[in-house]
């Protein structure tokens, strides 16, 4: 829902992909240089011949770059993302009459299908597939793709553009996400908020670890609440009581908490010799690694057992079956409704006041069906949330006493944990530089992943969603020049120059970078028409 440019994550592992340098070999597949524009799709014919299949794009010509008549009508009305997220997040006065008045549901109704409308379905591409198959659509274990993977025949990793040689990622990582000293969100999200996301994006995002990579194992594609209830119908009857609909919970200190593995024998990820009585039993496998997401389990249990109470109440007569699938529906009303009314509604920023009414769509075309993307999951990968350690009830907790320790939760119970996580600042995620060392593998692993799965550059990507492409690291990086610096000393060769808008015969430009305590002369040198690089004249820069 945010823009997307918030996610520096995606930002830099699709950036690995958006630098440049032309290697000239005799027959090159031609969509290897992307050659369509505005969501034209690359066919190639005989060896070296390509078309742009420009079908209900709205444009035409050999790369889908002229536009039709209404088109053009179109693009001269339409106000660019910018400006509309601007107009969002702004004049609050208008937001303040808006939100009160039947215009809410008009709005609210415009944001669902624009958003809708940028998104495919039935889903494209998937990792295997960079074509339309009746495979990637009817295979639910892929991911499904945006964009269809880099072709495997191009010159070089991203194409035809960029380094052959791409940089080491535990090096990057160390270089480019580990954090030298935290920055809190500009937004003020708190730790409440970083492990909502995290206990609510792994009901759908479960990579499955087969030989390759671009697999799920969360074949329900959405909001189904199996991180609540199981993937697996066998693994919901091990987790409910089969007793007024409910779910299977332990007293400690007189209040409910997920039973014990010992209990509950379901499959829970845990390390070797962790004892069996602190195993905690839940409906996502790995949950048991982060407290976090136990206390949000634990709330959700509660939740679903007090609505199994009320509903027995009003319907005596209902069966155990009837009293869980009635409360399980009910429970993904309550997480949708959460998840638009309060979590977007932070993480956008608007000041529209969002709204979750099934009812608004009754009226418009609109696809329910849903196919979790790969890039999804990837620029999900908020890690930045997470703090320095953790303070709870006036104790600090260093992460090495911190993950897998199921003590947490019950020693202090949920209520003093929401307490302190609602108290505790969250992360930044953009800009780099501030992913704790404890986690610093997973962006490793990461990009490792979105090498394997030959994800399209970010430039690409930008264009897809019709967001303007970045002509410089700067940005990605703002300020941070060193970060600046370094990206373009591990991704940039050369560029061609109307790439960068810097056109054929223009004389070199001297840019200045003002940082905290220098100001870094940059030379960007140009020859033979080519922008060649961008010539950082302090040393120190380097040495990173
Ligand atoms: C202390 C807290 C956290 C720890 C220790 C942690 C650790 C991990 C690990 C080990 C992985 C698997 C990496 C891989 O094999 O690909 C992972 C994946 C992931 N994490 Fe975290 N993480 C934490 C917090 C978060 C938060 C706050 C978010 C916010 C949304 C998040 C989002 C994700 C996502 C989307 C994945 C990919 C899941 C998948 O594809 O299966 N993580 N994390
Ligand atoms: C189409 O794109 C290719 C590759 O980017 C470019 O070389 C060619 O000049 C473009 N042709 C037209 C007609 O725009
Ligand atoms: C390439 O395809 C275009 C049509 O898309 C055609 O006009 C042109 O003659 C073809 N060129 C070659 C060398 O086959
Ligand atoms: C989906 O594709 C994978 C990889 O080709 C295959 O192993 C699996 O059996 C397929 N699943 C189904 C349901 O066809
Ligand atoms: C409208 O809703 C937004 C988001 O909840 C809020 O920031 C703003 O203050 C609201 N204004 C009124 C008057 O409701
Ligand atoms: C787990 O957390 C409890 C409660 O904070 C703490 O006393 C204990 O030392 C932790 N265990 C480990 C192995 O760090």
């Given amino acids: 829902f945010a823009g997307f440019s918030l996610f520096s994550i995606l930002v830099v592992l699709l950036l690995m992909k958006s630098s440049s340098g032309a290697a000239e070999s005799s027959a090159v597949n031609p969509c290897c240089y992307y050659p369509c524009q505005n ?31 209404w088109t053009r009508i ?27 008045s039947f215009l809410r549901d008009t709005f609210m109704r415009i944001v669902l299908t624009v958003r809708n409308e940028l998104i495919p379905s039935p889903p494209t591409y998937n990792t295997k597939y960079e074509y339309i198959s009746w495979e990637s659509y009817n295979n639910l274990s892929y991911y499904t793709r945006l964009l269809p993977p880099i072709p495997k025949d191009c010159p070089l990793p991203m194409g035809t553009k960029g380094k052959p040689n791409l940089p ?40 499955s670890h087969k030989a ?50 010992s209990e509950v024998p379901v499959d829970m990820v845990y390390p070797e010799g962790f004892p ?33 109470d009320i509903l027995k109440g009003e319907h005596p007569t209902w069966e155990d079956e009837q009293l869980f699938q009635t409360t399980r529906l009910i429970i993904i009303g309550e997480i949708i409704n959460i998840i638009i009314e309060e979590y977007v509604q932070h993480l956008s920023g608007y000041h529209l006041k969002l709204k979750y009414d099934p009812s608004l769509l009754f009226g418009v075309r609109f696809q329910y069906t849903n196919r979790i993307a790969l890039e999804f999951s990837h620029l999900y990968h908020w890690h930045p949330l997470m703090p320095d350690s953790f303070l ?60 394997a799965a030959r994800l399209q550059p970010f430039n690409q990507y930008r264009k897809r969603f019709n967001l303007k492409p970045y002509s410089s ?10 970060l600046y610096a370094l990206l373009f000393v591990l991704y940039v060769s050369v560029l061609p120059c109307d790439e960068m808008s810097i056109c054929p015969g223009s004389t070199p430009r ?20 080519l922008y060649l690089h961008e010539k950082v004249e302090t040393r120190q820069i380097y040495r990173i």
């Fill in 473 to 482: 690291f700067y940005e990605l990086t703002g300020k941070l020049v060193k």
């Fill in 212 to 261: 390759t990579v671009g697999f799920t194992k969360a074949l329900g594609h959405g909001v189904d609440a199996s991180n609540i209830y199981g993937e697996e119908l066998e693994r919901q009857h091990q987790l409910r009581l089969h007793k007024d609909g409910k779910l299977k919970y332990q007293l400690i200190n007189g209040e409910m908490y997920p039973p014990m593995v």
């Fill in 39 to 69: 969501r034209g799709v690359c066919v190639r014919f005989g060896t070296e011949n390509y078309s742009c299949d420009c079908t209900r794009t709205g444009f035409h010509g050999k790369n889908c770059t002229t536009p039709e008549f």
């Fill in 392 to 451: 709870i009830d006036g104790e600090e907790i260093p992460y090495s006493q911190f993950l897998y320790n199921t003590s947490i939760l019950t020693h202090y119970g949920v209520e003093k944990l929401v307490d302190a996580f609602s108290r505790q600042s969250a992360g930044q995620i953009g800009g780099g530089r501030n992913i704790h060392q404890a986690v610093l593998r997973v962006p490793e692993i990461l990009i490792r992943d979105s090498r």
């Fill in 74 to 100: 179109y693009l001269m009305l339409k106000p660019s993302s910018g400006a509309v997220h601007f107009f969002l997040t702004h004049f609050k006065w208008f937001w303040t009459i808006i939100n009160n």
């Fill in 168 to 207: 080491d990622p535990k090096e990057f990582c160390e270089k480019y996400f580990k954090r030298r000293e935290f920055r809190p969100d500009p937004q003020g999200t708190n730790l409440m908020f970083a492990f909502m996301a995290q206990h609510f994006t792994h009901q759908f995002f479960k990579k």
């Fill in 510 to 529: 001297l840019a200045q970078l003002h940082t905290g305590f220098y100001i870094y002369k940059v030379n960007v040198v140009v020859e033979n028409n």
């Fill in 276 to 308: 069996t009585e602190q195993r905690l039993a839940v409906g996502q496998e790995v949950f048991g690694l982060v407290p976090g997401l136990t206390m949000y389990a634990t709330i959700w249990l509660r939740e679903h057992n007090r609505v199994c």
